[in-house]
C-alpha cells in the first residue's frame, strides 16, 4: 500500500473514524481504499485472542514477566518472542499486547507479576528482546503502560507525581532501550496522568521524548479506555484510540479540523501510522501453524530456566528419589501459575506437581490448605501434619491466592495467607527440614524464613510450572534463576511506603530515583533476599576481573571482563551482574546501579568469560539543567558480583574530558560553588578578594567558620555584611555570567 496516497484519498470523515479501533480488538477497515482490519490481542506471556462475545482462544500460557525475568536470558526472551509471534501469524492477529514493562515501585501493585523489575537496564534488556523475537515474525508488540503507571489504585485518573530525572532514570528507560534497540510497531500510552497531564495528550511523552529524542517510528495505541481528549490526544501524538469511542468522537474530529483547533498533518500523521502497521502485518503474512504440544514443551522450559533457589541449608535440596518426601499445600495440586486481567491466558494444558510426581520418588499428599482462601481448615491441617511427621523431607507449595493480585487492584499488605504462615510455622516445630515452594506475582512476607531448610520461588511460572518445580527439587534442572527485584523484610522497608497509593487523586514519587535496591542498598538496610540473588546446586568462582583502561573519555567507555569457573560436581548457569558507583560527588545517586548482566552456561569445571562493554550512559545521570545525561570527570567504581549484596570484584576508573557544568549565575549562587568551579574559580578570587578580606575582618570567628560561611553564602549576602549595593551585586552578576560564556566558547 502506498500510504501517503491512501492518506490522501481518504475523506476527513474516513479520517476521523481510522483513528479509532473497531469491535474492541480491531483496527478500521476501508475495503474499497484497500485497507483491511488486523486484529490486536492480549497477552503477551502467551495469546489472548479474544472471538465471539468475550471467548478466548486456547493457548500454551508461558512465565509471566515477573518470572521470566529471573532468567535474566535474552535469548531466552526472544525465543518466546518467536514462538508468540508464529502463534500470532496462525492465528491472524498482529499486534500482541506486551510486554508490559512498568518498573515495580511498590510490591503492593497488583499488575506486577507481569512486570519485569524493579530495575529500568533488566526491564529495558529484556523486553527489547522478546519485541526482538515476536517482531522478527512480522507480528508486532505493544511495550507498554507508557509511562509511570505503577499501581493500579486510580489508574485510570490519579496523577504521579514524578520529577523528570526519576522520569528519565528510572521510569522510562525500559521503554527508551526497547524503542533504540528494538523498535517496538507501537507503544502503548497509560491511563494515569503525570503530573497532572493524561499520558494519552501528553505532547511531551508521545512526541518529544518518545519520536523525536529516542526516534520511535511506530504507532501510539492508547490503553482501552485511556482516551480523554481526543482532539488533545491526536495534537500530542496519539495516532490510535483503543477500544474507539464507537463513533462518538468522529464527528468532533471532524469539527475540530474544519475549525482548525486540530491540524489536518496531524490527523493525517496519526491515520498514515496506523495504515504503515496495517500494511506491514499485512503484507508480511505468514503461513504457520500453531501446535499447541509443541509450544506446552517450550513453556515447561522456559520455567526451568526462571525458578530462583532462594535457600539451601545444609543442601537439603535437591530432594534423593529415595528420600520419603510429604508435600503440603494445595498448591501443589493447583499451581498460581498466572495472574489475573487482560494478561489471563485460557491455558492449554496445566501441569501441576502433583500430577507428575510419581515419576520423581516416594511421596505423600495432603492438601493442608485452599489455594483460593485464607481459611484454616482445621482437619486439612491435621492430616498434613500427621503426614509430615512420617516424611524424611516436607515440602510446602505455598503462595498467594488469585484475588491476592490482580490487574486493577493493588494488594492490601504483603503477606502470605495466616493460614498458610500457621502451617508452615507448625510443620518447622516436626524437626524435619521444611522446603518451602512459593507461587506468587510478588515478594511476600516471610515470617518462617529462618526456620526453614529451603526456599524456592517459583513465581508465576507458566503452565508447565509444577513439572519444572519438581524437576528443580529433585535436582533434574540446576536451578539458575536470580531475583530481578528485591524481597524487603516488610512492607514498611518500601522506598515507596510513605506515599503508596497517594492520595487527592496524586501519588507522590517522592524517593525519587531511589527505587529497589537502589534505595536498599544505599541505605545499608537488611532485606530478606537482594536484588539479583539465587543460588545453584553447584558453585562459581570468580577471577581475574579486567578493565580495558583505567581513564578514558564518556564517549569511549570502557570494556570489562570477569572470569567464572564452575567449581562443583555439576552443569549450572550463573548469571553475572555489573554495578556502577558513582563517586565524582556530582550529583545525589544511588549507591551503585546495575549496568549489565550476563548468562554463562559451565560444565563442571569450565572457565568462561563475561564480558561488558560499557558507554557514557552506563556513567550518567540525568541533568535537568542541561537536558541531557551527564557523565562527570572523576573516579567510578566497577563492581562484579552475584547480586546487588555480593561484589566479588571491583575497578577504579575514571572519566576524563567531560565538559564540567558551570555554576548558573545568579544573586543567589553560593560563593563556594563559584570558588570551585573551573569556569569561575581564578575570576571569583580576583573580584571576591577585597570582599573576602573584608569579611573576614569583620567577623569576629574561627578562620573554619569564616571558610564555612563564605563557601554556603549567596553572592546577594554581601548586601547584608558588607552592605554592597544592589547594582553592585547587578555588576558582579553580569560580569560573571560574561566570563563564563567567553570560558564556554574556548
Ligand atoms: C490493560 C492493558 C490491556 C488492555 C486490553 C487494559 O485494561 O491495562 O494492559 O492490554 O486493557 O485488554
Redesign the pocket.
Known amino acids: 500500500m502506498d500510504v501517503e496516497k491512501t492518506v490522501k484519498k481518504m475523506t476527513l470523515e474516513e479520517k476521523a473514524k481510522a483513528v479509532e479501533g473497531n469491535l474492541v480488538w480491531f483496527t478500521q477497515a476501508y475495503p474499497e481504499l484497500g485497507i483491511p482490519e488486523i486484529q490486536v490481542s492480549?497477552g503477551p506471556h502467551g495469546l489472548r485472542k479474544m472471538y465471539g462475545e468475550g471467548k478466548t482462544i486456547t493457548s500454551v500460557c508461558f512465565p509471566a514477566a515477573s518470572a521470566s525475568a529471573c532468567s535474566f536470558d535474552t535469548e531466552l526472551l526472544e525465543e518466546i518472542g518467536h514462538t508468540l509471534g508464529k502463534e500470532c501469524q496462525a492465528e491472524n492477529v498482529g499486534v500482541i499486547?506486551g510486554p508490559?514493562v512498568n518498573i515495580k515501585r511498590s510490591p503492593l501493585c497488583g499488575r506486577n507479576f507481569e512486570y519485569i523489575s524493579e530495575d529500568p537496564y533488566v526491564a529495558g534488556k529484556l523486553s527489547a528482546a522478546l519485541i526482538r523475537g515476536v517482531q522478527a515474525e512480522n507480528v508486532g508488540t505493544s511495550i507498554?503502560?507508557f509511562a509511570a503507571n505503577n499501581q493500579e489504585f486510580e489508574r485510570m485518573y490519579g496523577s504521579s507525581e514524578v520529577d523528570e530525572r526519576t522520569l528519565r532514570e528510572i521510569y522510562f528507560p525500559a521503554f527508551e532501550i526497547a524503542v533504540k534497540e528494538s523498535q517496538p510497531w507501537t507503544v502503548?500510552c497509560s491511563?494515569n496522568r503525570i503530573n497532572g497531564t493524561y499520558s494519552s495528550e501528553n505532547p511531551w511523552l508521545l512526541t518529544d521524548v518518545l519520536r523525536k529524542e529516542w526516534g520511535f517510528e511506530g504507532l501510539v495505541m492508547s490503553?482501552?479506555g485511556a482516551v480523554s481528549d481526543r482532539i488533545a490526544g491526536i495534537a500530542a501524538g496519539l495516532d490510535l484510540d483503543m477500544p474507539g469511542s464507537g463513533g462518538v468522537n468522529n464527528a468532533s474530529i471532524v469539527k475540530a479540523v474544519q475549525e482548525g483547533t486540530l491540524s489536518e498533518e496531524a490527523l493525517d500523521a496519526a491515520v498514515a501510522n496506523i495504515l504503515r502497521m496495517v500494511d506491514r502485518f499485512v503484507s508480511g503474512r505468514k503461513e504457520e501453524t500453531f501446535d499447541p504440544e509443541a509450544d506446552h514443551a517450550k513453556a515447561v522450559d522456559a520455567a526451568k530456566e526462571c525458578i530462583v533457589l532462594l535457600k539451601n541449608e545444609e543442601k537439603v535440596l535437591p530432594l534423593a528419589k529415595e528420600e520419603k518426601v510429604a508435600l503440603i499445600g494445595g498448591f501443589a495440586e493447583s499451581p498460581r501459575y498466572q495472574g489475573g486481567g487482560?494478561s489471563h491466558i485460557n491455558s492449554f494444558r496445566v501441569v501441576s506437581a502433583l500430577s507428575v510426581a510419581e515419576r520423581y520418588g516416594a511421596f505423600t499428599y495432603n492438601r493442608g490448605f485452599s489455594p483460593e482462601k485464607d481459611e484454616t481448615d482445621e482437619e486439612l491441617q491435621k492430616e498434613a501434619l500427621a503426614a509430615a511427621a512420617e516424611a524424611d523431607k516436607i515440602v510446602v507449595f505455598a503462595g498467594l491466592p488469585d484475588v491476592f493480585e490482580s490487574?486493577a487492584y493493588d494488594r492490601e499488605h504483603m503477606q502470605l495467607p495466616a493460614c498458610q504462615n500457621r502451617l508452615i510455622t507448625q510443620l518447622t516445630t516436626l524437626g524435619k527440614p521444611v522446603i518451602v515452594v512459593l507461587h506468587n506475582g510478588s515478594p511476600v512476607e516471610m515470617p518462617w524464613a529462618d526456620d526453614v531448610a529451603g526456599i524456592v520461588e517459583a513465581y508465576l511460572g507458566g503452565e508447565g510450572i509444577g513439572e519444572a518445580v519438581m524437576d528443580v527439587l529433585y535436582g533434574h534442572v540446576n536451578p539458575s534463576g536470580k531475583l530481578a527485584e528485591s524481597f524487603p523484610r516488610k512492607l514498611s522497608d518500601n522506598p515507596s511506603y510513605l506515599n503508596f497509593p497517594g492520595t487527592g487523586h496524586k501519588v507522590n514519587y517522592a524517593e525519587g530515583v531511589f527505587v529497589g535496591y537502589r534505595y536498599y542498598d544505599t541505605k545499608q538496610m537488611d532485606v530478606r533476599f537482594p536484588f539479583g540473588y539465587g543460588l545453584s546446586y553447584t558453585d562459581f568462582r570468580y577471577a581475574n576481573l579486567r578493565v580495558s583502561r583505567d581513564s578514558f573519555t564518556a564517549s569511549e567507555g570502557v570494556t570489562v571482563s570477569v572470569d567464572v569457573t564452575n567449581t562443583g560436581d555439576r552443569a549450572g548457569k550463573e548469571i553475572v551482574q555489573l554495578y556502577v558507583a558513582d563517586r565524582t560527588g556530582s550529583a545525589v545517586r544511588p549507591v551503585h546501579e546495575l549496568k549489565g548482566f550476563c548468562k554463562l552456561s559451565l560444565e563442571p569445571g569450565e572457565t568462561k568469560t563475561a564480558t561488558f562493554k560499557l558507554d557514557s550512559r552506563a556513567f550518567a545521570w540525568y541533568d535537568t539543567e542541561s537536558g541531557d545525561w551527564y557523565a562527570a570527570n572523576g573516579s567510578y567504581t566497577i563492581e562484579v558480583g552475584r547480586s546487588s549484596r555480593q561484589i566479588e570484584y571491583t575497578a577504579e576508573v575514571h572519566i576524563i574530558g567531560s565538559r564540567e557544568k558551570p555554576p548558573v549565575i545568579t544573586p543567589d549562587v553560593q560563593l563556594g560553588e563559584l570558588l570551585q568551579s573551573p569556569y569561575t574559580r581564578e575570576y571569583t578570587m580576583e573580584r571576591m578578594k577585597k570582599y573576602m578580606d573584608r569579611f573576614r575582618s569583620n567577623a569576629n570567628e574561627t578562620e573554619e567558620m569564616v571558610e564555612a560561611v563564605v563557601r554556603f553564602m549567596p553572592l546577594r549576602s554581601l548586601r547584608s555584611f558588607l552592605q554592597i549595593t544592589n547594582e553592585e551585586i547587578d555588576s558582579i552578576v553580569t560580569d560573571l555570567k560574561e566570563h563564563v560564556e567567553k570560558q564556554l566558547q574556548k
Open positions: 492480549d499486547l508490559a507498554k503502560h502503548m491511563y490503553d482501552w487482560s490487574e
